[in-house]
Structures are given as structure tokens and as C-alpha cells.
């Protein structure tokens, strides 16, 4: 079984571009969460999506957006660029039962300069 | 607001040695998780804890959950080198109604020959 994929893997950009990131979820995952990893903060909760809505949503600013397509694979995007936004973005799936556990991709290392 | 505090934040430790990592949090919660890090890398799922007592077990790594002091340990035995890593638990608010992990800021593990 696959796992999660993510892509780019790494993506340089400029201080006021945008950015969108990707993730396809393992088979039959419904849930996909997404989460920044920064030396600072630490692994931070960004959204969550399932069945193509939003269910949870942390406490970052709203030029981060998200979406989920019907076939699960979602996207995030990071509009207007901060030199803070710099950070590892990585992607989890889940298959949202009681027992299971969220199953992260390699992840994107983002890089504002 | 949940929060999830790790200790040892980093720990050196000599190969056959143990030790334990400890994971406590402020809000009630079943529902806990042991992920490792190598530089560089994702993370990758460990141990899922679903109810007080729980207690798992894979190779020199036993992790366990008491619900009611909202504890849980990571205890190593006989560390060996490629165990150096960082490992997070992270907490569940599922009941919330959707998946959200809160992470510990994680324990830098260093194994030295």
C-alpha cells in the first residue's frame, strides 16, 4: 500500500508570492490533516479535511487555506509570503475509525527569502 | 486549550543503558500517540494508546498511558544506537469531532557507543 505523497518536496520562495502544496492520502483515507514543523513552534496543527470539508482548523492566520478534491487529495495554500513561513509543512491521512492512527508524508520544506 | 509537555527535552544516553521519556497533558483525552523523527525525515507512527493502561511493546520500546494522572511514558531498554532520534507523543482531541494532534515539543534522543 502507498503511502502519503507529497510534492514539491522543496520549494524556495519570495517574501509576497503564494504557494500551494500538495498531498495525495493513503488509499482509501478519507481524513488528511495538515501540520508546520518549525525549530521554534514545533509541530503545529494547520486543518483538517474530510470528505472534501474543512473539519478543524488551528489558530493561523487566514493567507493559509486549504481544499480537498473528491478523490481525497488535498492542497494548501500560503498566499502573500512571510519570511516566518519558512518551515517543514507536513501531510497526514487517516482513516478517521477510532483505532487508527494519522500516517504523515516525507513532507515540503518551504524556504521564504 | 490542551497542552502536551515532554521530558527530557534531550537526552544522551550510553548504548545498554535505559531510560524513560515522559509525556504529560493538561486535558482529558484516551487517545494517545508515539511518533520518531530522524533528521531530515517524517514522522513515523510507534505506538497508538487507546485507553488507560494501555501498554504496548515493539523491540526496546514500551510505551504506556494512565488516563487519570493524564501520563504517558516511552521507556527504552538497552538503548542502541539507531534508536538516536526525536520522538513526540501527541494527544487526540477526536472527541472534539474531528482529527487534531497537539504535540510535545519532542525529546532529541542521542545514543553514544
Known amino acids: 500500500k502507498a503511502g502519503v505523497t507529497q510534492t514539491p518536496r522543496y520549494l524556495i520562495k519570495t517574501r509576497g508570492q503564494q504557494v500551494t502544496l500538495s498531498c495525495s492520502p493513503i488509499?482509501?483515507?478519507?481524513?488528511v490533516s495538515w501540520y508546520q514543523q518549525t525549530p521554534g513552534q514545533g509541530l503545529q496543527f494547520l486543518f483538517e479535511?474530510?470528505?472534501?470539508?474543512?473539519?478543524n482548523k488551528g489558530n493561523f492566520p487566514g493567507r493559509f487555506s486549504g481544499r480537498q478534491f473528491s478523490n481525497s487529495r488535498s492542497e494548501m495554500n500560503v498566499s502573500t509570503l512571510e519570511l516566518g513561513d519558512s518551515a517543514l509543512y507536513l501531510c497526514?491521512?487517516?482513516?478517521?475509525?477510532?483505532?487508527?492512527?494519522?500516517?504523515f508524508g516525507p513532507g515540503t520544506r518551504l524556504t521564504v527569502l | 486549550e490542551l497542552k502536551v509537555e515532554q521530558n527530557p527535552l534531550f537526552l544522551s544516553m550510553q548504548e545498554g543503558k535505559n531510560y524513560t521519556i515522559y509525556c504529560n497533558y493538561s486535558?482529558?483525552?484516551?487517545?494517545l500517540y508515539w511518533y520518531r523523527q530522524d533528521p531530515g525525515k517524517s514522522l513515523e507512527s510507534l505506538f497508538v494508546l487507546l485507553s488507560n493502561g494501555a501498554v504496548k511493546q515493539e523491540g526496546r520500546l514500551m510505551a504506556s498511558l494512565d488516563t487519570k494522572a493524564r501520563l504517558s511514558t516511552l521507556h527504552i531498554t538497552a538503548a542502541v544506537h539507531d534508536l538516536s532520534a526525536t520522538y513526540f507523543c501527541a494527544v487526540d482531541i477526536r472527541p472534539s469531532g474531528s482529527e487534531k494532534l497537539v504535540f510535545g515539543k519532542g525529546t532529541k534522543l542521542t545514543v553514544n557507543p
Open positions: 486535558t482529558t483525552s484516551d487517545r
Open positions: 488509499s482509501g483515507h478519507r481524513s
Open positions: 497526514a491521512s487517516s482513516s478517521a475509525t477510532s483505532t487508527d492512527t494519522q500516517y
Open positions: 479535511y474530510f470528505s472534501e470539508t474543512q473539519r
